[in-house]
């Protein structure tokens, strides 16, 4: 079946009925001290459009993690990708940004005053490169999270993270669902047992992987690494 892009329009909307509370929506909430302006919703909302666009059709592996960061989808609204990835300014994650976002220009939606060079995320660097290192060309795969927008510490503020609560990772599955239903993947990666029994309450076939983050990130790429050589599919492109 085509697919077309009014699809990721519809995706988008339904991202809009976030959980009350401590949860940020960075597609359609501002972020009063940390934006660069009242534009950012919509600069956000615009990239992860283009990014979920661009990948219908060729993506065939979609790594889900637990949630969004306050250093990575907070600002650019793509999970586990952050601004200076997706501007071209990370050191250790060599991809133009027009392989993430094909024909369009990205902007940093933080305010200089907080990051000049913008947020790094030490997850979407580690994962980034793993993906990219093992062939992988950017439009293969799809990064998401198991709980889609940024639940955050209400007494750190906006700028911090915290686990989803089990109400709210309940309200992030028919998101889950959603965004699977948008592409045909091969192969399903969940980043630690969150995501994992997210994606397991849908019935969806996924391998397990190590969070790459405390002190997890060597052994995620030998997990990572281990599943594409057991996968017997076609190797990624270089």
């Not at 956000?44 to 990948?55: C, D, K, N, S, T």
């Amino acid at each position: 079946m085509k697919r077309h892009p009014e699809q990721v329009d519809r995706f988008l909307r339904v991202l809009k009925k976030s959980p009350t509370g401590s949860v940020f929506n960075p597609w359609w909430q501002k972020d009063p001290e940390n934006d660069i302006g009242p534009a950012a919703p919509r600069i956000r909302r615009q990239q992860l459009r283009i990014y979920l666009g661009a990948r219908l059709g060729s993506a065939r592996l979609a790594v889900v993690g637990e949630a969004l960061g306050y250093r990575g989808g907070h600002f650019t609204g793509i999970a586990m990708t952050s601004e200076r990835i997706l501007l071209g300014r990370s050191k250790k994650v060599a991809v133009s940004s027009d392989l993430i976002l094909p024909g369009f220009a990205p902007q940093q939606t933080s305010a200089p005053t907080r990051c000049p060079s913008g947020f790094s995320e030490p997850t979407a660097t580690i994962v980034w490169a793993a993906l990219l290192e093992a062939g992988f060309h950017p439009l293969e795969f799809v990064l998401w999270n198991a709980f889609p927008w940024h639940s955050f510490d209400p007494r750190a503020g906006l700028l911090s993270n915290r686990m989803p609560t089990k109400r709210e990772q309940a309200a992030g599955q028919s998101v889950l669902k959603a965004f699977l239903d948008l592409f045909s993947f091969r192969q399903v990666i969940a980043l630690g047992k969150i995501a994992a029994g997210q994606l397991a309450e849908l019935k969806v076939q996924t391998n397990c992987v190590r969070h790459p983050a405390s002190g997890g990130a060597r052994m995620f790429r030998q997990q990572v690494v281990a599943l594409f050589r057991a996968s017997g599919s076609d190797s990624p492109r270089s």
